[in-house]
T-cell receptor, first 115, second 114 residues
Framework: AQSVTQLDSQVPVFEEAPVELRCNYS??????LFWYVQYPNQGLQLLLK??????LVKGINGFEAEFNKSQTSFHLRKPSVHISDTAEYFC?????????????FGAGTRLFVKA | NAGVTQTPKFQVLKTGQSMTLQCAQD?????MYWYRQDPGMGLRLIYY???????DKGEVPNGYNVSRLNKREFSLRLESAAPSQTSVYFC?????????????FGEGSRLTVL
């Protein structure tokens, strides 16, 4: 079984400041890692994903994340945030089991970008 | 390109009533999912279907049933709705080709049980 913990429920930050949203996971099998973003009253869309290879992955809108296997973490970062980055961010872990491809989400981190 | 389509978008039920949420995808994906989203709890997996003819329980299956009608359609049924099932429900399908592993979501169905 896999699980995901997002360590911060809310992160307020000023515009143009850097931000890190933290995600830890646990799993008994190899996993694939994702970050999704949800803007108000919308569905979720993919920001970035780690499948294999380089542990630093870059996504849309200037976001990047680093996979750390020893610490079982996949933290999301952006060096300079914009007002338009205000949204809820979800870390997700996927594993392939007998029932197929199963994706579990964390509880979400609400990012508030202030002017 | 419609992607994942859910109906209805909004529904109000009384306790004990039944209803079915419909979901269809036109991306030829094999696997489909139903999640519910509640404040502070993220998305929790209710049921999923790895392929046509198979379904499996997720994290919170109690009170729900599903049907994988064909490759395109995956419905979620509440047989006897309870206030605890008030939530936003998302259907999703997963790509195993070009954008491997990415979940594609519908716009959500907001259900209120009184």
């Amino acid at each position: 079984a896999q699980s995901v913990t997002q360590l911060d429920s809310q992160v307020p930050v000023f515009e143009e400041a850097p931000v890190e949203l933290r995600c830890n996971y646990s799993s008994s099998v190899s996993v694939y890692l994702f970050w999704y973003v949800q803007y108000p009253n919308q569905g979720l869309q993919l920001l970035l994903k780690y499948l294999s290879g380089s542990t630093l992955v870059k996504g849309i809108n200037g976001f990047e994340a680093e996979f750390n296997k020893s610490q079982t973490s996949f933290h999301l970062r952006k060096p300079s945030v914009h007002i338009s980055d205000t949204a809820e961010y979800f870390c997700a872990v996927s594993a392939i089991n007998t029932g197929g491809f199963k994706t579990i989400f964390g509880a979400g981190t609400r990012l508030f970008v202030k002017a | 390109n419609a992607g994942v389509t859910q109906t209805p978008k909004f529904q109000v039920l009384k306790t004990g009533q039944s209803m079915t949420l419909q979901c269809a995808q036109d991306m030829n994906h094999n696997s489909m999912y139903w999640y519910r989203q509640d404040p502070g709890m993220g998305l929790r997996l209710i049921y999923y279907s790895a392929s046509e003819g198979t379904t499996d329980k997720g994290e919170v299956p109690n009170g729900y049933n599903v049907s994988r009608l064909n490759k395109r359609e995956f419905s979620l049924r509440l047989e006897s709705a309870a206030p605890s099932q008030t939530s936003v429900y998302f259907c999703a399908s997963i790509s195993t080709r070009g954008s491997w592993g990415e979940l594609f979501f519908g716009e959500g169905s907001r259900l209120t049980v009184l």
